[in-house]
């Protein structure tokens, strides 16, 4: 619960969230994640909330395309 809840809920949530938004979608295009070689694949995994394994990758980026 990032934003926390009831009473206590973050007045910015929406703000927070439109804002993460267009700035991943400013930044991912620019970039390519590929797995490191020999990780494992990812698996679901309970503790408490389920949630995801690790799946160590690496950060390329993409050359920008001369117009
Ligand atoms: C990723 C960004 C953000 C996260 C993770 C976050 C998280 C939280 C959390 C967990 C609380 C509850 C704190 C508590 O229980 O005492 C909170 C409260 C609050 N947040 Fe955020 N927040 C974020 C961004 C923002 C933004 C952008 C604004 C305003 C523009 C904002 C305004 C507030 C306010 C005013 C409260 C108090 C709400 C109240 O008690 O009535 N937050 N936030």
Do not use: Q, W, Y
Request: net charge positive; proline share 12%.
């Amino acid at each position: 619960m990032p934003f926390g809840a009831g009473t206590r809920l973050c007045a910015g949530e929406s703000m927070a969230n439109l804002t993460m938004a267009f700035a991943l979608a400013t930044v991912l295009p620019r970039f390519e994640l590929r797995p490191v070689p020999g990780s494992r694949p990812v698996r679901e995994v309970c503790k408490g909330i389920m949630g995801a394994s690790a799946l160590p990758m690496t950060v390329h980026p993409i050359p920008a395309v001369k117009a």
